[in-house]
């Protein structure tokens, strides 16, 4: 049985691909985006398969009238450790306006995340639930 999935990829606008491109080099590889498919139009990361094909992928392009809104894009972390170890590689490659990571009551109890953003100021996450996710 093959392994259902629930995204296909993600399409940023960024304003300035070179910038963004050097990056999401570093901050995608270390949340699981493993194999550079960038091109000349394109960055893209995926997450390669076992049999060589792609599975999810990240993908970003310039559009240089591009305008962060409130919109947040989430990765998954199995473990707080796996959160403060990309919180780290956000630091070393220039991630703006960081927050934590630590645990943020106000969402779930256990969620521990560290939010960011890019260069353009598109806002992303990395989160880990310790917890299941209940409705107040």
């Not at 305008?67 to 919180?87: G, K, L, Q, Y």
Request: aromatic share 14%; net charge negative; hydrophobic share 35%.
């Amino acid at each position: 049985m093959t392994e259902r999935r629930y995204f296909d990829h993600i399409d940023l606008r960024v304003k300035n691909r070179a910038i963004a491109q050097q990056f999401y080099a570093q901050i995608l590889p270390a949340i699981g985006f493993t194999k550079d498919e960038s091109g000349d139009v394109w960055g893209a990361f995926q997450v390669p398969e076992p049999s060589g094909t792609a599975k999810e992928f990240f993908g970003f392009t310039e559009d240089p009238n591009h305008r962060p809104n409130e919109s947040r894009i989430a990765f998954w972390a199995e473990t707080r450790e796996e959160v403060d170890r990309i919180a780290e590689v956000v630091r070393k490659a220039g991630g703006r306006n960081i927050e934590g990571p630590q645990i943020w009551t106000e969402y779930t109890s256990g969620y521990y995340a560290v939010f960011f953003e890019d260069p353009d100021g598109n806002k992303l996450e990395v989160c880990c639930r310790e917890g299941p996710i209940v409705a107040e």
